[in-house]
């Protein structure tokens, strides 16, 4: 028994010496049996503590390896992400080249393959839809006819809002359409003398746009048409700026304004026909299209960086103007008061021959001019400049952004026309609203040798609102295409999956 015990205690001792240090094992040396005994009970207690400090240890290793595996992966991940966005350097944004998860396509891959995924209004009648718009900075409503018709509309604006901070500001954005929704709403089936359950179908925009507010339109939506039993669409932002060139020209007016309102017109008339081409202007895009039916959209070509909203607004801080309502129209009605060749100013992508857009560029040349200018009159800061300077500032960059445009679009029209026989235009968006834009393309078509059809909706429907909501809702309903209004989703960014950009190979 003694041999037993003082056999286990040397191999104690032993593998203590190993794991620890011989400072520690020493410390076990003991002259008598009880002493040994107490050693015992110390040594097996210290060597559950090592055992446990190796497993720790083992533990944090593996931890320290997993989360280095982790980084390297995510460091891969954001060098593939890198690599992949420098494939399309140089090329047009908002253009689906596979890089992006969803994508717009209600008429499948060959863009005719529509279906009523929650049923369609009697169509062999007029209908009425309700058009829902919260993807920016204005809450919009209306009701609208089947025949183009706009029984009534409510619109809440947000300007005074984002006035003092020079911009929209998402987070307020998405406040002020939660506390408006159900007013324009409202306030729209009241104007068109009807209730919830009167309208047929329900139609709400779901992207492109600012995530958080887009969710609050489509989340009513939804529960408008999942309690009421109604045919949902789900709308493209784009699309629907597109084809409100094609409601006919006498149904612009609210009925509330003409004596036709019982008078239901021809619900398949259209102001344009497809195919045609569209200019597509406004703060967040700026595209050229040609357009061969709904869903069904070739980009022809896009902007690299800005848009040409995005240039008007930031012109507009620069020169220290009121935003709240938009760059646009501030740059606009000071730029009437200026001489759009006081400021030389380069004209963009002058040696690419295609029909892309670039504003980034014109949008610092604009700075630097500015700020040479600040030198020269002794003074500090651009919006310090007397008026007459920054009237000229603002013409000279509308002369040449909008000389950008004429370019490129005079070369994708020379393009349809030669490949498509194509000789309509429309100019759909928020900017399409300026007169002197609408002047200069309305030249640009009548002067050409084959004189172009041009159509431009009124100012007040090019912006965003209800009704272009509900009237592409009206042209999806038509083709027999509507949505699952269950779970439906927003999307921040959702190009045409129709589309292919101009040096690129159609699909």
């Not at 049923?119 to 829902?132: M, T, Y």
């Not at 004189?451 to 009704?467: I, K, S």
């Amino acid at each position: 028994m003694m041999l037993y015990k003082m056999t286990i205690y040397g191999l104690l001792v032993s593998t203590l010496h190993r794991a620890s240090s011989s400072r520690v094992a020493s410390a076990f040396v003991a002259p008598t049996l009880s002493s040994r005994c107490k050693t015992y009970k110390r040594l097996a207690s210290t060597t559950r503590h090592l055992s446990a400090r190796n497993t720790n240890v083992d533990e944090s290793n593996t931890t320290t390896a997993n989360t280095t595996k982790q980084n390297k992966k995510n460091k891969s991940s954001l060098q593939s992400g890198r690599e992949k966005r420098r494939n399309f350097i140089g090329m047009a944004k908002a253009v689906d080249r596979g890089q992006f998860e969803n994508t717009y396509s209600p008429g499948g891959e060959n863009g005719i393959s529509f279906e009523a995924k929650s049923g369609l209004p009697n169509r062999d009648k007029p209908f009425c839809v309700l058009g829902i718009e919260s993807s920016c900075d204005d809450t919009g409503a209306a009701i609208i006819r089947s025949d183009g018709t706009i029984l009534g509309e409510s619109l809440a604006s947000q300007h005074a809002i984002h006035e003092e901070w020079g911009g929209v500001v998402p987070g307020l954005a998405k406040t002020a359409h939660e506390e408006n929704i159900d007013k324009v709403i409202n306030e729209a089936l009241q104007k068109a003398n009807m209730e919830i359950g009167d309208v047929d179908a329900i139609g709400v925009t779901v992207g492109p746009g600012l995530e958080i507010c887009l969710r609050v339109g489509c989340h009513r939506a939804r529960d408008l048409a999942i309690e009421h039993s109604k045919p949902f669409v789900g709308v493209h932002h784009l699309e629907a700026h597109i084809l409100m060139a094609r409601i006919p020209a006498e149904r612009y007016i609210n009925k509330d304004d003409t004596a036709t309102e019982d008078k239901v017109l021809d619900v398949s008339a259209r102001a344009m026909e497809f195919p045609f081409l569209a200019l597509l202007v406004s703060g967040g895009h700026c595209q050229i299209l040609k357009c061969l039916g709904i869903g069904k959209y070739y980009i022809i070509g896009g902007t690299l960086d800005d848009s040409l909203g995005e240039a008007f607004d930031k012109t507009a801080r620069l020169l220290g103007l009121p935003v709240g309502g938009g760059g646009g129209p501030a740059v606009e009605a000071l730029a009437k008061e200026g001489d759009p060749k006081s400021v030389k100013l380069p004209i963009p992508l002058q040696r690419r021959k295609d029909c892309d857009f670039s504003y980034a560029g014109l949008k610092t040349a604009v700075r630097l001019a500015a700020e040479k200018i600040c030198v020269e009159r002794g003074v500090e800061k651009v919006d310090e400049l007397p008026h007459e300077d920054k009237a000229n500032i603002a013409a000279s960059f509308q002369h040449v952004a909008f000389r950008h445009v004429e370019i490129r679009l005079g070369r994708a029209m020379e393009q349809v026309q030669k490949e498509d026989g194509i000789k309509h235009l429309a100019v759909v968006g928020g900017v399409a609203a300026n007169k002197e834009l609408r002047r200069r393309l309305d030249a640009l078509c009548s002067d050409r040798s084959e004189p172009w059809d041009m159509l431009v909706p009124p100012p007040r429907l090019c912006t965003d609102q209800g009704a272009m909501s509900a009237w592409a809702a009206v042209e999806r309903l038509m083709v027999g295409s509507s949505d699952v209004p269950e779970g439906h989703d927003v999307y921040a960014r959702y190009p045409f999956s129709f589309s292919s950009n101009n040096n690129d190979e159609e699909k």
